[in-house]
């Protein structure tokens, strides 16, 4: 019997990374971070934050000055950056294609829901998906890792 997943648990991060965990994480994970957050920004845990960034809200943005959401700067986590500037600065490295899902959105809605439904075998566009995602999944893995030591703290360099 295959069991059903919903991504219905937002990453610790999800206000930079958009991260979705699936339900099956409430019992197995107790920091709930996506794989890319833990694998870049555990990496660089600043403070015993194991890669959970800290956010705050109303504070001012040390690069563009405007009082915003603000999270702290991985690499250094003492200086605070709106959620715009964070993106430009930690994620401009990574150029990645987005990849479409090849059926419309019904068929992707019930794909999502349940991934792992042998009926998805018979849909060969699918199975094309899958390795896309994955060589996408692999290629921006590779690129975090060449990344991290381009991506100082903007303040501090």
Same mark, same amino acid.
């Given at each position: 019997?295959?069991?059903?997943?919903?991504?219905?648990?937002?990453?610790?991060?999800?206000?930079?990374?958009?991260?979705?965990?699936?339900?099956?994480?409430?019992?197995?994970?107790?920091?709930?971070?996506?794989?890319?957050?833990?694998?870049?920004?555990?990496?660089?845990?600043?403070?015993?934050? $194991?890669?959970?960034?800290?956010?705050?809200? /109303?504070?001012? +943005? !040390?690069?563009?000055?405007?009082?915003?959401? *603000?999270? @702290?700067?991985?690499?250094?986590?003492?200086?605070?950056?709106?959620?715009?500037?964070?993106?430009?600065?930690?994620?401009?490295?990574?150029?990645?294609?987005?990849?479409?899902?090849?059926?419309?959105?019904?068929?992707?809605?019930?794909?999502? $829901?349940?991934?792992?439904?042998?009926?998805? /075998?018979?849909? +060969? !566009?699918?199975?094309?998906?899958?390795?896309? *995602?994955? @060589?996408?999944?692999?290629?921006?893995?590779?690129?975090?890792?060449?990344?991290?030591?381009?991506?100082?703290?903007?303040?501090?360099?």
């Amino acid at each position: 019997m295959n069991e059903q997943y919903y991504y219905n648990i937002e990453c610790k991060n999800h206000k930079v990374c958009n991260g979705l965990l699936p339900d099956r994480w409430l019992d197995k994970r107790g920091r709930f971070l996506c794989i890319p957050c833990e694998t870049t920004f555990g990496k660089l845990s600043q403070n015993n934050s $194991n890669g959970i960034l800290k956010f705050a809200e /109303n504070i001012r +943005c !040390l690069q563009c000055n405007k009082y915003e959401k *603000v999270v @702290s700067y991985p690499s250094c986590g003492q200086h605070y950056l709106c959620l715009d500037c964070f993106d430009y600065n930690w994620y401009s490295h990574i150029k990645l294609p987005s990849i479409m899902f090849p059926y419309n959105k019904e068929i992707e809605n019930e794909y999502r $829901n349940n991934p792992y439904d042998e009926k998805w /075998n018979n849909y +060969c !566009l699918i199975q094309d998906y899958n390795k896309q *995602v994955d @060589s996408w999944v692999n290629l921006k893995q590779e690129i975090i890792k060449k990344c991290i030591p381009l991506r100082k703290c903007p303040i501090c360099k």
